[in-house]
């Protein structure tokens, strides 16, 4: 049976997104275990140019909805980037999730060669479903969940490879 493109995206998204809250629940007990406070890690950036944690996390849940949504054919849903603390970013998941997991197999049918234009800063980006999956949703749902992982980690985390997986 030819792997389908609901299958290559939904499952893969919400998988994603799962394993996600749960690094970040870890990185929020961490803080806790340390009497820091737990949402000022969430402003925590590798390097000054790049984006803080937050925003990585609002990013990717962004890919995952947006990418859903556009290979069943449907209009992507706007969502406010205003979280400033876990528990918001933990319920943005929960969103997240809830609408990717409300879609059905059969919306996806012939999404693969679905006409497919994102607007960009530097303008529009036109794909095919397929391309649109394989070599912009996935890159950068991908991206923004380990660069995610990877503030963590640097924050010093006890997360490791099974953490992002999924399979610790």
């Known amino acids: ?19 996600l809250d749960r690094v970040l629940a870890k990185g929020e007990a961490y803080a806790r275990e340390r009497g820091a406070d737990p949402d000022a890690l969430l402003q925590s950036r590798l390097i000054f140019d790049m984006l803080p944690l937050v925003r990585q996390v609002q990013i990717a849940t962004d890919m995952a909805t947006r990418g859903a949504s556009r290979l069943a054919g449907e209009e992507t849903r706007s969502v406010e980037d205003n979280e400033t603390t876990f528990a918001q970013l933990h319920a943005r998941i929960a969103a997240a999730l809830a609408h990717i997991e409300g879609f059905a197999p059969a919306q996806f049918v012939d999404s693969e060669s679905r006409a497919i234009t994102v607007k960009s800063r530097r303008g529009d980006l036109d794909f095919d479903g397929r391309s649109y999956l394989f070599e912009y949703v996935l890159p950068n749902l991908y991206f923004h969940a380990t660069t995610a992982y990877n503030l963590l980690r640097q924050a010093g985390v006890a997360i490791g490879k099974a953490d992002y997986l999924g399979v610790a």
């Open 1 to 19: 049976m030819p792997l389908s493109m609901y299958d290559a995206s939904v499952p893969v998204f919400a998988r994603t997104l799962r394993n």
